[in-house]
Protein backbone atom coordinates (compact mmCIF):
# COMPACT_ATOMS: atom_id res chain seq x y z
CA UNK A 1 0.00 0.00 0.00
CA UNK A 2 1.12 3.64 -0.40
CA UNK A 3 2.02 4.97 2.71
CA UNK A 4 1.72 8.96 2.58
CA UNK A 5 2.98 11.60 5.09
CA UNK A 6 2.16 15.52 5.31
CA UNK A 7 4.67 18.09 6.38
CA UNK A 8 2.12 20.55 7.52
CA UNK A 9 2.36 24.43 7.76
CA UNK A 10 6.21 24.90 7.70
CA UNK A 11 6.63 28.15 8.23
CA UNK A 12 9.10 28.48 5.65
CA UNK A 13 10.49 25.63 2.83
CA UNK A 14 14.13 26.63 2.11
CA UNK A 15 16.13 25.05 -0.89
CA UNK A 16 18.10 25.74 -3.43
CA UNK A 17 16.33 23.83 -7.06
CA UNK A 18 18.04 21.72 -9.37
CA UNK A 19 19.74 18.56 -10.28
CA UNK A 20 23.04 19.39 -10.64
CA UNK A 21 25.31 21.58 -8.85
CA UNK A 22 24.55 25.58 -8.31
CA UNK A 23 27.99 27.23 -9.17
CA UNK A 24 28.70 30.87 -8.53
CA UNK A 25 26.55 33.36 -7.40
CA UNK A 26 23.43 31.32 -8.04
CA UNK A 27 23.94 29.38 -4.69
CA UNK A 28 22.49 32.11 -3.29
CA UNK A 29 19.41 31.79 -5.10
CA UNK A 30 17.37 29.73 -2.79
CA UNK A 31 13.57 29.56 -2.45
CA UNK A 32 11.93 29.80 0.37
CA UNK A 33 8.02 29.21 0.21
CA UNK A 34 6.39 30.49 3.97
CA UNK A 35 3.26 28.36 6.02
CA UNK A 36 3.55 25.90 3.13
CA UNK A 37 3.07 21.87 2.83
CA UNK A 38 4.98 19.26 1.90
CA UNK A 39 3.10 16.05 0.25
CA UNK A 40 5.09 12.71 0.16
CA UNK A 41 4.40 9.25 -1.34
CA UNK A 42 6.11 6.25 -0.66
CA UNK A 43 9.68 8.83 0.33
CA UNK A 44 9.35 10.86 -2.50
CA UNK A 45 8.14 14.64 -2.82
CA UNK A 46 4.91 14.80 -4.50
CA UNK A 47 3.68 17.80 -3.95
CA UNK A 48 4.32 21.54 -2.22
CA UNK A 49 1.61 23.97 -1.52
CA UNK A 50 -1.72 24.24 0.34
CA UNK A 51 -2.05 21.24 2.63
CA UNK A 52 -6.67 21.02 2.39
CA UNK A 53 -5.34 19.52 -1.05
CA UNK A 54 -3.98 16.12 0.79
CA UNK A 55 -5.16 16.25 4.24
CA UNK A 56 -8.32 14.02 3.79
CA UNK A 57 -6.20 11.37 1.99
CA UNK A 58 -3.12 11.84 4.70
CA UNK A 59 -3.91 9.63 8.05
CA UNK A 60 -3.60 11.48 11.11
CA UNK A 61 -0.69 9.54 12.53
CA UNK A 62 1.15 10.38 9.21
CA UNK A 63 0.66 14.05 9.63
CA UNK A 64 3.85 16.14 11.14
CA UNK A 65 3.23 19.89 12.21
CA UNK A 66 5.70 21.68 11.26
CA UNK A 67 4.03 25.36 12.20
CA UNK A 68 6.76 27.97 13.55
CA UNK A 69 9.63 25.62 12.02
CA UNK A 70 12.02 25.64 9.04
CA UNK A 71 12.16 22.74 6.30
CA UNK A 72 15.04 22.22 4.59
CA UNK A 73 16.36 19.08 2.63
CA UNK A 74 18.04 16.66 4.86
CA UNK A 75 21.83 17.39 4.85
CA UNK A 76 24.73 15.85 2.59
CA UNK A 77 28.24 15.54 4.70
CA UNK A 78 30.21 14.76 1.01
CA UNK A 79 33.32 14.02 2.84
CA UNK A 80 33.95 11.58 6.11
CA UNK A 81 36.52 9.14 7.01
CA UNK A 82 33.63 7.92 9.27
CA UNK A 83 35.15 4.04 9.93
CA UNK A 84 38.31 3.62 12.09
CA UNK A 85 40.46 2.30 14.63
CA UNK A 86 41.40 4.20 17.69
CA UNK A 87 41.32 7.93 18.52
CA UNK A 88 44.61 10.78 18.48
CA UNK A 89 43.83 13.15 21.48
CA UNK A 90 47.47 13.62 22.46
CA UNK A 91 48.26 14.20 18.90
CA UNK A 92 45.11 17.36 19.05
CA UNK A 93 47.12 18.49 22.17
CA UNK A 94 50.66 18.60 20.46
CA UNK A 95 49.62 20.54 17.30
CA UNK A 96 47.93 23.19 20.04
CA UNK A 97 51.54 23.17 21.66
CA UNK A 98 53.08 24.27 17.97
CA UNK A 99 53.48 20.67 16.09
CA UNK A 100 52.66 20.44 12.61
CA UNK A 101 49.88 18.27 10.88
CA UNK A 102 53.07 16.88 8.70
CA UNK A 103 55.76 16.86 11.86
CA UNK A 104 53.35 14.13 13.56
CA UNK A 105 52.85 12.42 10.36
CA UNK A 106 56.37 12.47 9.61
CA UNK A 107 57.15 10.51 13.09
CA UNK A 108 55.04 7.82 13.01
CA UNK A 109 51.62 9.56 13.93
CA UNK A 110 49.08 10.88 11.81
CA UNK A 111 47.35 8.84 9.53
CA UNK A 112 49.68 5.65 10.45
CA UNK A 113 48.93 5.82 13.63
CA UNK A 114 45.41 5.18 12.53
CA UNK A 115 46.47 2.82 10.60
CA UNK A 116 48.12 0.32 13.11
CA UNK A 117 44.87 0.56 15.09
CA UNK A 118 41.91 0.01 11.96
CA UNK A 119 44.21 -2.93 11.33
CA UNK A 120 44.18 -4.61 14.84
CA UNK A 121 40.53 -3.72 15.54
CA UNK A 122 37.53 -5.97 14.55
CA UNK A 123 34.62 -5.11 12.15
CA UNK A 124 32.66 -5.30 14.38
CA UNK A 125 34.28 -2.92 16.78
CA UNK A 126 34.87 -0.45 13.98
CA UNK A 127 31.25 -0.91 13.54
CA UNK A 128 30.01 0.05 16.71
CA UNK A 129 32.15 3.01 16.87
CA UNK A 130 30.85 4.19 13.66
CA UNK A 131 26.76 3.44 14.27
CA UNK A 132 27.84 5.73 17.75
CA UNK A 133 29.12 8.57 14.88
CA UNK A 134 26.23 8.06 12.67
CA UNK A 135 23.73 8.63 15.41
CA UNK A 136 24.49 11.76 16.32
CA UNK A 137 25.09 12.82 12.71
CA UNK A 138 21.96 11.91 12.45
CA UNK A 139 20.76 14.20 15.34
CA UNK A 140 22.56 17.30 13.61
CA UNK A 141 19.81 17.07 10.58
CA UNK A 142 22.56 15.12 8.03
CA UNK A 143 20.88 12.11 5.87
CA UNK A 144 23.56 11.25 3.39
CA UNK A 145 27.53 10.55 4.48
CA UNK A 146 30.29 10.10 2.17
CA UNK A 147 32.86 7.27 3.65
CA UNK A 148 35.77 7.25 2.76
CA UNK A 149 38.60 3.49 3.28
CA UNK A 150 41.85 4.87 3.73
CA UNK A 151 42.91 3.27 7.23
CA UNK A 152 44.56 -0.08 6.12
CA UNK A 153 46.50 0.57 3.02
CA UNK A 154 46.89 -3.16 3.19
CA UNK A 155 44.39 -5.54 0.98
CA UNK A 156 42.82 -7.50 3.91
CA UNK A 157 41.78 -3.80 5.92
CA UNK A 158 40.99 -1.53 3.11
CA UNK A 159 38.21 -4.41 2.18
CA UNK A 160 37.21 -4.75 6.14
CA UNK A 161 36.77 -0.81 6.24
CA UNK A 162 34.51 -0.63 2.97
CA UNK A 163 32.44 -4.32 4.29
CA UNK A 164 32.12 -1.98 7.85
CA UNK A 165 30.63 0.71 5.15
CA UNK A 166 27.70 -1.53 3.57
CA UNK A 167 26.85 -2.92 6.43
CA UNK A 168 26.33 0.19 7.97
CA UNK A 169 24.40 1.28 5.03
CA UNK A 170 21.69 -1.37 5.46
CA UNK A 171 21.44 -1.13 9.24
CA UNK A 172 20.68 2.55 9.93
CA UNK A 173 18.64 5.43 8.56
CA UNK A 174 21.34 7.66 6.64
CA UNK A 175 22.55 6.49 2.96
CA UNK A 176 26.40 5.47 2.54
CA UNK A 177 28.28 6.67 -0.24
CA UNK A 178 31.67 4.58 -0.18
CA UNK A 179 34.99 6.04 -1.46
CA UNK A 180 38.28 3.94 -1.87
CA UNK A 181 40.97 6.12 -0.25
CA UNK A 182 43.75 3.17 -0.46
CA UNK A 183 46.09 6.28 -1.59
CA UNK A 184 45.58 7.93 1.47
CA UNK A 185 49.24 7.88 3.31
CA UNK A 186 52.36 5.51 1.91
CA UNK A 187 52.78 2.58 4.67
CA UNK A 188 55.43 1.47 6.25
CA UNK A 189 55.65 -1.66 4.26
CA UNK A 190 56.07 0.74 0.79
CA UNK A 191 58.49 3.40 2.42
CA UNK A 192 60.11 5.12 0.09
CA UNK A 193 58.26 3.40 -2.48
CA UNK A 194 55.20 5.09 -3.30
CA UNK A 195 54.98 4.38 -7.08
CA UNK A 196 54.87 0.24 -6.01
CA UNK A 197 52.04 1.24 -3.75
CA UNK A 198 49.55 2.78 -5.85
CA UNK A 199 50.30 0.16 -8.24
CA UNK A 200 49.53 -2.25 -5.84
CA UNK A 201 46.47 -0.74 -4.84
CA UNK A 202 45.67 -0.69 -8.44
CA UNK A 203 46.30 -4.17 -9.30
CA UNK A 204 45.43 -6.33 -6.19
CA UNK A 205 43.09 -4.05 -4.45
CA UNK A 206 41.05 -1.97 -6.70
CA UNK A 207 39.64 -4.84 -9.06
CA UNK A 208 38.65 -6.50 -6.18
CA UNK A 209 37.02 -3.23 -4.83
CA UNK A 210 35.22 -2.51 -8.52
CA UNK A 211 33.87 -6.72 -9.23
CA UNK A 212 32.25 -6.35 -5.26
CA UNK A 213 30.82 -2.59 -5.81
CA UNK A 214 32.18 -2.06 -2.45
CA UNK A 215 33.31 1.89 -3.44
CA UNK A 216 31.48 4.33 -6.09
CA UNK A 217 34.57 6.94 -5.84
CA UNK A 218 38.36 6.61 -5.78
CA UNK A 219 40.36 9.43 -3.85
CA UNK A 220 44.27 10.09 -3.48
CA UNK A 221 45.76 12.38 -0.65
CA UNK A 222 47.77 14.77 -3.33
CA UNK A 223 49.82 16.44 -1.10
CA UNK A 224 53.89 17.21 -0.81
CA UNK A 225 55.46 14.06 1.06
CA UNK A 226 52.56 12.13 0.32
CA UNK A 227 51.39 11.56 -3.52
CA UNK A 228 53.09 14.39 -6.11
CA UNK A 229 50.37 15.11 -8.69
CA UNK A 230 51.95 13.63 -11.45
CA UNK A 231 51.66 9.94 -9.54
CA UNK A 232 47.64 11.23 -8.42
CA UNK A 233 47.53 12.18 -12.10
CA UNK A 234 48.01 8.72 -13.30
CA UNK A 235 46.97 6.13 -10.32
CA UNK A 236 43.12 8.78 -10.78
CA UNK A 237 43.40 7.99 -14.57
CA UNK A 238 43.33 4.42 -14.25
CA UNK A 239 40.91 4.74 -11.57
CA UNK A 240 38.91 6.36 -13.50
CA UNK A 241 39.20 3.54 -16.67
CA UNK A 242 38.49 0.87 -13.82
CA UNK A 243 34.60 2.75 -13.69
CA UNK A 244 35.58 4.83 -10.04
CA UNK A 245 34.34 8.38 -10.00
CA UNK A 246 37.06 10.80 -8.99
CA UNK A 247 37.35 12.90 -5.65
CA UNK A 248 40.80 14.23 -4.65
CA UNK A 249 42.52 15.32 -1.29
CA UNK A 250 43.82 18.99 -3.04
CA UNK A 251 46.09 21.59 -1.58
CA UNK A 252 45.44 21.14 2.19
CA UNK A 253 49.07 21.93 3.40
CA UNK A 254 50.56 23.44 0.77
CA UNK A 255 49.75 24.93 -2.50
CA UNK A 256 50.75 22.29 -4.90
CA UNK A 257 48.33 22.25 -7.77
CA UNK A 258 45.79 19.42 -6.94
CA UNK A 259 42.70 21.34 -7.58
CA UNK A 260 44.64 22.24 -11.43
CA UNK A 261 44.79 18.46 -11.34
CA UNK A 262 41.01 18.04 -10.50
CA UNK A 263 39.97 20.85 -13.21
CA UNK A 264 42.19 18.70 -15.98
CA UNK A 265 40.67 15.25 -15.40
CA UNK A 266 37.02 16.85 -14.46
CA UNK A 267 36.89 15.02 -11.22
CA UNK A 268 33.76 15.40 -9.59
CA UNK A 269 34.77 17.31 -6.52
CA UNK A 270 38.03 18.35 -5.56
CA UNK A 271 38.62 18.64 -1.54
CA UNK A 272 40.10 20.95 1.04
CA UNK A 273 41.43 24.00 -0.85
CA UNK A 274 42.96 25.79 1.98
CA UNK A 275 45.90 26.71 -0.28
CA UNK A 276 43.97 26.38 -3.80
CA UNK A 277 46.04 29.00 -6.17
CA UNK A 278 43.85 31.24 -8.32
CA UNK A 279 44.53 29.06 -11.17
CA UNK A 280 43.43 25.83 -9.77
CA UNK A 281 40.46 28.04 -8.85
CA UNK A 282 39.62 28.59 -12.29
CA UNK A 283 40.35 25.09 -13.59
CA UNK A 284 37.32 23.97 -10.87
CA UNK A 285 34.91 26.43 -12.05
CA UNK A 286 35.50 26.30 -15.62
CA UNK A 287 35.02 21.89 -15.47
CA UNK A 288 32.38 21.44 -13.29
CA UNK A 289 34.40 20.50 -10.26
CA UNK A 290 32.98 20.94 -6.75
CA UNK A 291 35.08 22.37 -4.45
CA UNK A 292 34.64 20.90 -1.25
CA UNK A 293 35.30 23.07 1.56
CA UNK A 294 36.16 21.30 5.31
CA UNK A 295 36.26 24.67 8.01
CA UNK A 296 36.29 22.40 11.15
CA UNK A 297 39.45 20.97 9.91
CA UNK A 298 41.40 24.22 9.38
CA UNK A 299 40.03 25.17 12.56
CA UNK A 300 41.35 21.98 13.96
CA UNK A 301 44.19 22.45 12.55
CA UNK A 302 44.89 26.56 13.37
CA UNK A 303 45.18 27.22 9.55
CA UNK A 304 43.50 29.79 7.96
CA UNK A 305 40.46 28.56 6.12
CA UNK A 306 39.66 27.79 2.49
CA UNK A 307 38.59 31.20 0.04
CA UNK A 308 35.52 30.76 0.04
CA UNK A 309 34.31 33.92 -0.75
CA UNK A 310 36.37 34.44 -4.13
CA UNK A 311 35.77 30.98 -5.46
CA UNK A 312 32.37 31.49 -5.29
CA UNK A 313 32.60 34.71 -6.93
CA UNK A 314 34.80 32.99 -9.69
CA UNK A 315 31.98 30.93 -10.16
CA UNK A 316 32.70 27.99 -8.52
CA UNK A 317 30.31 25.04 -6.98
CA UNK A 318 31.28 25.22 -3.32
CA UNK A 319 30.04 22.25 -1.11
CA UNK A 320 30.67 22.16 2.85
CA UNK A 321 31.24 18.65 4.77
CA UNK A 322 33.44 17.80 7.80
CA UNK A 323 35.99 15.62 6.74
CA UNK A 324 34.95 14.02 10.27
CA UNK A 325 38.22 11.91 10.62
CA UNK A 326 40.43 10.80 14.04
CA UNK A 327 43.20 13.24 12.91
CA UNK A 328 42.93 16.21 11.41
CA UNK A 329 39.67 16.70 12.64
CA UNK A 330 37.72 15.08 15.39
CA UNK A 331 34.18 16.51 14.52
CA UNK A 332 31.61 16.04 12.56
CA UNK A 333 29.44 19.31 13.97
CA UNK A 334 27.43 20.60 11.35
CA UNK A 335 26.61 23.41 13.87
CA UNK A 336 29.83 24.72 13.74
CA UNK A 337 30.68 24.05 10.18
CA UNK A 338 28.34 26.23 9.39
CA UNK A 339 29.06 29.04 11.98
CA UNK A 340 32.92 28.71 10.44
CA UNK A 341 31.66 29.14 6.71
CA UNK A 342 29.34 32.31 7.12
CA UNK A 343 31.56 34.27 10.15
CA UNK A 344 35.20 33.32 9.08
CA UNK A 345 34.73 32.64 5.25
CA UNK A 346 32.28 34.68 4.31
CA UNK A 347 30.02 32.86 2.52
CA UNK A 348 25.96 33.84 2.78
CA UNK A 349 23.52 31.94 5.42
CA UNK A 350 22.02 31.05 1.40
CA UNK A 351 25.63 30.00 -0.26
CA UNK A 352 26.36 27.79 3.15
CA UNK A 353 22.66 26.00 2.69
CA UNK A 354 23.12 24.82 -0.80
CA UNK A 355 26.83 24.10 0.25
CA UNK A 356 25.29 21.76 2.86
CA UNK A 357 22.52 20.50 0.09
CA UNK A 358 22.36 20.33 -3.24
CA UNK A 359 25.92 20.78 -3.67
CA UNK A 360 27.30 18.27 -1.49
CA UNK A 361 24.46 15.78 -3.09
CA UNK A 362 26.81 16.53 -6.26
CA UNK A 363 29.80 16.07 -4.44
CA UNK A 364 28.43 12.56 -4.01
CA UNK A 365 26.72 11.99 -7.34
CA UNK A 366 23.08 11.93 -6.30
CA UNK A 367 21.95 16.12 -7.25
CA UNK A 368 19.75 14.11 -9.10
CA UNK A 369 17.71 12.58 -6.43
CA UNK A 370 18.51 14.28 -3.24
CA UNK A 371 19.60 18.30 -2.01
CA UNK A 372 16.20 19.91 -2.70
CA UNK A 373 13.10 19.81 -2.19
CA UNK A 374 11.48 19.60 -5.21
CA UNK A 375 8.75 17.45 -6.92
CA UNK A 376 10.31 14.24 -7.67
CA UNK A 377 13.14 14.01 -5.37
CA UNK A 378 13.22 11.68 -2.33
CA UNK A 379 11.85 13.05 1.01
CA UNK A 380 14.82 14.05 2.79
CA UNK A 381 14.26 16.73 5.02
CA UNK A 382 15.55 18.40 8.03
CA UNK A 383 12.95 20.24 10.40
CA UNK A 384 14.65 23.02 13.00
CA UNK A 385 13.39 24.19 16.31
CA UNK A 386 13.15 27.69 15.02
CA UNK A 387 10.67 29.37 12.11
CA UNK A 388 13.55 30.76 10.14
CA UNK A 389 16.98 28.96 8.65
CA UNK A 390 18.26 32.16 9.58
CA UNK A 391 18.77 30.94 13.49
CA UNK A 392 20.96 28.38 11.45
CA UNK A 393 24.45 30.35 11.70
CA UNK A 394 22.81 32.90 14.31
CA UNK A 395 22.22 30.12 16.90
CA UNK A 396 25.95 29.52 16.69
CA UNK A 397 27.21 25.90 17.17
CA UNK A 398 23.98 24.92 18.87
CA UNK A 399 22.45 21.95 17.18
CA UNK A 400 18.64 23.24 16.78
CA UNK A 401 17.40 20.25 14.09
CA UNK A 402 14.11 18.67 15.88
CA UNK A 403 12.76 16.14 13.66
CA UNK A 404 14.87 14.54 10.42
CA UNK A 405 13.15 12.96 8.03
CA UNK A 406 14.68 10.21 5.36
CA UNK A 407 12.52 8.93 2.54
CA UNK A 408 9.76 9.88 3.86
CA UNK A 409 10.12 8.02 6.94
CA UNK A 410 10.38 9.98 10.55
CA UNK A 411 13.60 9.27 11.75
CA UNK A 412 14.88 10.97 14.46
CA UNK A 413 13.53 13.62 16.70
CA UNK A 414 15.56 15.83 19.25
CA UNK A 415 14.25 14.94 23.16
CA UNK A 416 14.65 18.43 23.75
O1 LIG B 1 41.19 14.86 5.18
N1 LIG B 1 44.45 14.85 4.79
C1 LIG B 1 44.31 13.66 4.79
N2 LIG B 1 43.35 12.98 5.39
C2 LIG B 1 42.52 13.45 6.42
C3 LIG B 1 43.13 13.36 7.74
C4 LIG B 1 43.27 11.99 8.16
C5 LIG B 1 43.88 11.83 9.51
O2 LIG B 1 44.57 12.73 10.02
O3 LIG B 1 43.66 10.74 10.05
C6 LIG B 1 41.99 14.83 6.09
O4 LIG B 1 42.35 15.82 6.72
FE1 LIG C 1 39.64 14.09 4.36
Redo the contacts with the bound molecule.
Keep these: MTKKVLIRNASQIVTPQGHSACFGKAMGDVKVYENTSIFIEDGIIKGIGDPAQWEKEVPRENQIDAAHKAVLPGFVDS?T?LV?GGY?PDEFLWRMGGMS?MDI?NRGG??IN?MKATREASEAELADHAMDHLKKMLAMGVTTVEAKS??GQDYDTEIKQLHVTRKLNASQPIELVSTFLGA?AVPPEYKGRSKAFLDFLLKEVMPVVKKENLAEFCDI?C?EGVFSVDESRQYLKKAREMGFKLKI?AD??VSLGGSELAGELKATSA??LLHASDAGIKAMAENGVVSTL?PT?AFCLREPFARAREMIDAGCAVALAT?F?????FTFSVPLMLGLAVIYMHMTAEEAITALTLNGAAAVGRADRIGSIEVGKQADLTILQYPSYKFLPYHTGVNIVEKVIKKGELVHTASV
Design positions: HHFRYMGITGYHFEHEIDHLTDNPGSG
